[in-house]
């Protein structure tokens, strides 16, 4: 497409959500925290894996279930590799399954803090159309409005306007987009050919690059 700026913007969470689980240790619901480490049992051609987690009051461990006497054969090669080897990728991302969490919690805390790097996929010169395309490789709660207010240093109204009038548009397109949740594959399009800052505002804090 003629005249874009088009960057990808990398959107990581920093903490994994915080299921509240009743603690054996110190009485009570409490914020329990992953350690990042996996417990495996084997029994004969069984398995049975856990990520383990801690009481923030008291340190107690909890268990979450990833596995429950499944048959070493109907695990994925890949997953067993993780779990043998305590791949902290792996675990990380697990950290993250608000599915698995909401089957054992009924409180669980998210954090809005993230980390977000930055790359410019295209550049044409005088551009007047910022393209914005999503890579948020673990589950996050951030509302994309809210994403790109921060980012962008715009207001939601400001942003709800532009939406209204066409000028920001995503793909895919949803009536209440904005509200929704970040995740891969969105693509923001702004139409900024009537902004006369865009260059010198809107253009460094897409691209992260100040010029
Ligand atoms: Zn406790």
């Known amino acids: 497409m003629c005249c874009s700026l088009r960057v990808r913007w990398t959107i990581t969470p920093k ?7 009743a603690c054996g240790g110190c009485g009570g619901l409490r914020a329990f925290q992953s350690s990042g480490k996996i417990r495996l049992n084997a029994n004969g051609r069984k398995l049975d894996a ?11 461990t909890w268990n979450r279930p990833l596995f429950e006497r499944q048959n070493v054969r109907d695990i994925d090669p890949e997953t067993l590799e993780a ?14 399954n608000l599915d698995a969490l909401r089957r054992k919690s009924q409180r669980i805390d998210e954090f809005p803090e993230f980390e977000i790097a930055r790359e410019v996929m295209r550049e ?14 673990l589950p996050s709660g951030m509302r994309l409005d809210r994403l790109l207010a921060t980012e962008l240093k715009v207001s939601r109204t400001r942003l709800q306007t532009l939406h209204g009038k066409g000028l920001l548009r995503t793909n895919p ?12 594959g969105i693509e923001v399009m702004i139409d900024l050919a009537a902004v006369a800052d865009r260059e010198l505002s809107w253009g460094p804090l ?5 010029r």
Do not use: H
């Open 173 to 184: 397109a949803r009536a209440d987009v904005l509200r929704r949740r970040i995740r891969t």
């Open 83 to 96: 779990l043998q080897s305590n791949d902290i990728k792996w675990i990380r991302m697990e950290s993250f």
């Open 15 to 21: 903490t994994a959500p915080q299921p509240w689980i």
């Open 50 to 60: 856990w990520l383990i987690y801690k009481c923030l009051a008291c340190d107690k």
């Open 206 to 210: 897409a691209t992260g690059s100040p």
């Open 124 to 137: 044409s010169a005088d551009w007047t159309r910022l393209e914005i395309e999503l890579l948020v490789p």
